[in-house]
Antibody
Framework: EVQLVQSGAEVKNPGESLKISCKGSGYSFTTYWIAWVRQKPGKGLEWMGRIFPSDSDTTYSPSFRGQVTISADKSTSTAYLQWSNLKASDTAMYYC????????WGQGTLVTVSS | QSALTQPASVSGSLGQSITISCTGTSSDVGSYNLVSWYQQHPGKAPKVMIYEVNKRPSGASNRFSGSKSGNTVSLTISGLQAEDEADYYCCSYTGSSTWVFGGGTKLTVL
């Protein structure tokens, strides 16, 4: 089955670091860009950036550059989104997605940042 | 870059047809056929209904169709059903290795 499976929900304190994952299967993971998309509670979808797993070429939205780091491990067909200094404003659902070809989305990872 | 422009809400009666518009610029929607539409029910992940302007993936109802004219793409839903009530988002490649979403449209089925 072609799918993207994300890691589970996280609850963190402000200032902590976090790395969430997105594992692809059922297709050639290294030949499609993987994007990360944020959705704050009750709000719309925001494109954060993307990575090409084959060579880890990465592009960020200006709104998210410097705020998060996108990486990938092609040996395990997994993409990552990480924060080094979480803020309450990072509380959101985060989706990984393949937006090219026939689009494919993960189930989402809920990140809650609260003291 | 700015989000694509969608109406905040649309409504239609059971069995009717509705169209949701999504307006971009000559740098995104106008230049590429890499536009997709997503349906999102509360608490669920987005589901692709249309990709590459007018292609429908397996599993998406044939009541959904897409089109493009200039810098605007449209999603048409015919024969509205209660389960079509959801939020809808358009998404386009922008050509600078980035993508952009529309602000979303809430569809109410009367």
């Amino acid at each position: 089955e072609v799918q993207l499976v994300q890691s589970g929900a996280e609850v963190k304190n402000p200032g902590e670091s976090l790395k969430i994952s997105c594992k692809g299967s059922g297709y050639s993971f290294t030949t499609y860009w993987i994007a990360w998309v944020r959705q704050k509670p009750g709000k719309g979808l925001e494109w954060m950036g993307r990575i090409f797993p084959s060579d880890s070429d990465t592009t960020y939205s200006p709104s998210f550059r410097g705020q998060v780091t996108i990486s990938a491990d092609k040996s395990t067909s997994t993409a990552y989104l990480q924060w080094s200094n979480l803020k309450a404003s990072d509380t959101a659902m985060y989706y990984c997605a393949r937006l090219e070809g026939i689009p494919l989305w993960g189930q989402g990872t809920l990140v809650t940042v609260s003291s | 870059q700015s989000a694509l422009t969608q109406p905040a809400s649309v409504s239609g009666s059971l069995g009717q047809s509705i169209t949701i518009s999504c307006t971009g610029t000559s740098s995104d929607v106008g230049s590429y056929n890499l536009v997709s539409w997503y349906q999102q029910h509360p608490g669920k992940a987005p589901k692709v209904m249309i990709y590459e302007v007018n292609k429908r993936p397996s599993g998406a109802s044939n009541r959904f169709s897409g089109s493009k004219s200039g810098n605007t793409v449209s999603l048409t839903i015919s024969g509205l059903q209660a389960e079509d009530e959801a939020d809808y988002y358009c998404c386009s490649y922008t050509g600078s290795s980035t993508w952009v979403f529309g602000g979303g449209t809430k569809l109410t089925v009367l």
